[in-house]
C-alpha cells in the first residue's frame, strides 16, 4: 500500500460492508439514497479527518492525524474526540477502501 493509494475523501458505503470489513468509496460514487453517510479523508500532509454524521444528517468533521504504521499495510490515526485506532488496509484501489478497525495498542 501506498500513502498516495488511501489519500484523499473517502465516503462509508456502508451497504457492502461484510464481517467486520467497513468499505469506503470515492464521494463521486453513485451511492445508493442513505440519510447520512459517514466517511474519512487522509490529507498527504497526515492530516486525519473523520466526517460523523452530525445534527440534521450534516456531516461534522473531526481533525486528526494520521502516520504509517509500524506493521505493513495498516495505518494509525488520531482524532481529537476519537482517540487513537489503527485502520489495517485490506483493498486500497482508486475506487474501493477496505479497512478493518482496530485499538492501537
Not at 450534516?58 to 476519537?82: F, I, K, L, M, N
Amino acid at each position: 500500500m501506498s500513502e498516495a493509494t488511501v489519500t484523499g475523501r473517502w465516503m462509508h458505503s456502508f451497504e457492502e460492508d461484510h464481517d467486520d470489513v467497513l468499505v469506503y468509496r470515492p464521494p463521486e460514487h453513485d451511492f445508493p439514497r442513505a440519510r447520512g453517510r459517514d466517511g474519512i479523508e487522509f490529507g498527504p500532509d497526515g492530516t486525519f479527518t473523520e466526517w460523523a454524521i452530525g445534527r440534521g444528517d450534516a456531516q461534522e468533521a473531526r481533525p486528526g492525524r494520521w502516520r504509517t504504521a509500524d506493521t505493513g499495510g495498516a495505518v494509525e490515526v488520531s482524532t481529537e474526540r476519537g482517540g487513537e485506532q489503527v485502520l489495517e488496509i485490506l483493498t486500497a484501489t482508486p475506487d474501493r477502501l477496505e479497512v478493518r478497525r482496530r485499538a492501537a495498542p
